[in-house]
């Protein structure tokens, strides 16, 4: 069964920084568009960033644009989210998932991603 594992989740101090990954096993990530979303107690879960299968170019949300950065490694088959100027209401469980088409434009929603991780919990807090 094709699997993703987010890490690298955890309580930082507003104004600092996280780098999620998201690996694979089972399959290999270049292969697929992946996409960065998040669910906040009370709010449904939103896309917060994509990288296209093969030309790795990437989309962002607004909230989060100038702050954070998606990126493939490969060779180690990760993606990672770059989190920078953390703020409180970045506070959430973010996942990653993965869908076969070749371009993301970062208005695809959770049901457009076939594969899903389980999830890893980013705090932002004083």
């Known amino acids: ?3 993703l594992v987010e890490s690298g989740g955890g309580l930082v101090q507003p104004g600092g920084s996280l780098r999620l990954s998201c690996a694979a096993s089972k399959f290999t990530l270049d292969y697929y568009t992946i996409g960065w979303f998040r669910k906040a107690p009370g ?3 939103e896309g917060v960033s994509c990288i296209s299968r ?11 644009k100038g702050r954070f950065t998606s990126s493939r490694d490969n060779a180690k088959n990760t993606v990672y989210l770059q989190m920078n100027s953390l703020k ?6 973010y996942y990653c ?3 076969r088409y ?7 929603g959770p049901n457009e991603y076939t594969y899903w991780g389980q999830g890893t919990q980013v705090t932002v807090s004083s």
């Open 1 to 3: 069964q094709l699997q």
């Open 43 to 45: 709010k449904e879960r």
């Open 54 to 64: 093969n030309s790795g170019r990437t989309n962002y949300a607004d909230s989060v």
């Open 88 to 93: 409180p209401e970045d506070t959430a469980v």
């Open 97 to 99: 998932a993965a869908a």
């Open 102 to 108: 070749y371009y993301c434009s970062g208005n695809e």
